[in-house]
């Protein structure tokens, strides 16, 4: 079992810079494969980032690839997501997950684990 809760939330104005953590407890947190998503208002779920376990593989959305950067580090037990050079098409309620399975999948059905959810609005 995982248990995920996600901070750094907030809102900042276009072109600001934020900084998602996520905090995991469970002893197998450095075997998964942790990711990112985010949904807007109205619109469904989608894929962020992600990275393996070891940290050799890393997969980012098109929207956000060269603006973020997702990080972790296993003996923290925590994940993060640095988000610069923000837009208000970011905004959304960005959940961490976590997946036991390889490869890594941009699919939000193959993540067994969710955090409740951290807000960031994008103001123009």
């Known amino acids: 079992q995982v248990q995920l809760v996600e901070s750094g939330g907030g809102l900042v104005q276009a072109g600001g810079s934020l900084r998602l953590s996520c905090a995991a407890s469970?002893?197998?947190?450095?075997?998964?494969?942790m990711g990112w998503f985010r949904q807007a208002p109205g619109k469904e779920r989608e894929f962020v980032a992600a990275?393996?376990?070891?940290?050799?593989?890393?997969y980012y959305a098109d929207s956000v690839k060269g603006r973020f950067t997702i990080s972790r580090d296993n003996a923290k037990n925590t994940v993060y997501l640095q988000m610069n050079s923000l837009k208000p098409e970011d905004t959304a309620v960005y959940y961490c997950?976590?997946?036991?399975?390889?490869?890594?999948?941009?699919?939000?059905?193959?993540?067994?684990?969710w955090g409740q959810g951290t807000q960031v609005t994008v103001s123009s």
């Open positions: 469970g002893r197998t947190f450095s075997s998964y494969t």
């Open positions: 990275k393996t376990w070891s940290g050799a593989t890393t």
């Open positions: 997950a976590a997946d036991p399975k390889v490869p890594l999948s941009t699919l939000a059905q193959r993540y067994d684990y």
